[in-house]
């Protein structure tokens, strides 16, 4: 399964306990584009953005240019 898949099922499944978090996560990924319609395959979207998934973001905070940017623009206002 797709990296980007299955952190969208771990989101849906923490926030919403009353839905079928597979579904709800296979719908809206079809949707944007990151999946295959009708399928779990990701798309070439699907896997740039699977790279970027929340772990990998934690296991390279240098790398996260929005964490970064905003540290920049709170030393502007200092």
Do not use: C, F
């Amino acid at each position: 399964m797709p990296a980007i898949w299955k952190e969208a099922v771990r989101k849906i499944a923490k926030t919403s306990p009353n839905v079928n978090p597979y579904a709800v996560a296979t719908a809206s990924l079809q949707k944007a584009g990151d999946l295959k319609p009708g399928t779990r395959e990701a798309t070439k979207k699907g896997e740039l953005r699977g790279k970027h998934s929340e772990e990998w973001r934690h296991a390279h905070p240098a790398r996260d240019g929005g964490r970064q940017r905003a540290k920049r623009m709170l030393k502007d206002y200092e």
